[in-house]
C-alpha cells in the first residue's frame, strides 16, 4: 500500500477537490444539453469513448494476476455504479437523492476500516454527520415519488462506489492511476455497453451541445475527476478524501441557483455553512493514535 500522509498538503487536499467540483457540473450538463431521458446512453458515452483514448495512450494491459482486480474495480466504480446513480436520480425526490449521496463520507470510513483497517477519528466522524446535516438542509425537499428501485440504486451505488474507492488502496496498483482509470473506464463501458442498447435502443441523434456535453463529462468529469479521486485516495486516509466528496452537493446547489435561478434561502445558507464546517473540521485531528507496544515474550 502506498505511503499515506496524515496530514495531507494542501496540493492533496485541492486534488481531492477537483472530483467533486466537476462532478457537480454533471447535472446541469445533463439537464441543459443531453439527450432526455437516455441516462444508460450517457453513462456508456460517459465511460467508454474515454476510457478507449486512455488505454490506447498508456498502451498498458493488466499484468499477470491483475486481470480481476481491474474488473472488479471497473464494474465497481463504473459499471455498476453510473447505471445505478441513475436510477436513483430517476426514481427518487432531488433532495432525497442528494441527501441519501451524503451517506459517502460515513460509508467510505466503515469501508476504510473494514478492508485497510483505517480508523476514522473522531473528527471525521463529526465532520462527516455535520456536511450530511449541511446537504438535507440544503436539497431535501418533498418525499413523494419515491420508489424501492430509486431507494435501492441510492444505496447500492454509495456501497459501489466506497467498497471500489478503498480497495484501490487495498490493492497498491502496479501502473500510474491514469492506466489504472483506464483499465476501470473500459471494463465499464463494454459492461455498460449491450445494457444501453437493450433498455434505450438505437443512439439518439447528438447535435452540438449534446457533443459538447459528452465531450466534458468524459474528459473533465471522468478522465480528470477520476485520476484526481484515485491519486488522492492513494496518498491520503479515506475518510479525509470522502469528505471533500461533499464539495458536490455543495457545488451543484450554488450552480443551481446561478444558471438555473434555484431558490436559495435560509437553509440553503445554513446547509452550506455546515457543509463547508464539515469538512474543513474532518481534516483536523487526523494524526492516527500510536499503536499499542506490546512487551517482548521473556519465554521466547
Known sequence: MPEVSSRPSLRLLLLAAVA??????????????????????????????????????????????WWGKAVVLGVLNIGAFFPLIYLSAYGLPGGLAGTIQALLPLAVMASAFVLVRERPTVNRLVGGVVGLVGVALMVLGTTTGITALGLFGAFASIAC??????????WDPPVDNLTLVSWQLVVGGV???PLAFAIEGAPPAIDLPAALGYLWIGVMGTGVAYWCWFTAMQQMPAGSVA??????????????????????GLPQAVGFVLVIGGVV?????????????????STA
Not at 462506489?161 to 487495498?170: D, M, N, P, Q
Not at 461533499?246 to 450552480?255: G, H, K, Q
Open 20 to 65: 467533486p467540483l466537476v462532478w457537480s457540473t454533471t447535472y446541469i450538463v445533463t439537464e441543459k444539453w443531453l439527450p432526455d431521458s437516455r441516462p444508460m446512453f450517457s453513462a456508456l458515452m460517459r465511460a467508454l469513448p474515454m476510457g478507449i483514448v486512455l488505454l490506447l495512450w498508456r498502451r498498458t494491459l493488466p499484468p499477470a494476476g
Open 161 to 170: 462506489t466506497s467498497i471500489g474507492a478503498v480497495l484501490v488502496k487495498r
Open 191 to 193: 459492461m455498460l455497453l
Open 243 to 264: 469528505l471533500i466528496s461533499l464539495l458536490n452537493p455543495l457545488s451543484a446547489t450554488v450552480i443551481g441557483v446561478v444558471v438555473a435561478h434555484e431558490a436559495f
Open 281 to 297: 473540521f474532518g481534516q483536523f485531528g487526523n494524526r492516527p493514535r500510536p499503536a499499542a507496544v506490546t512487551a517482548p515474550d
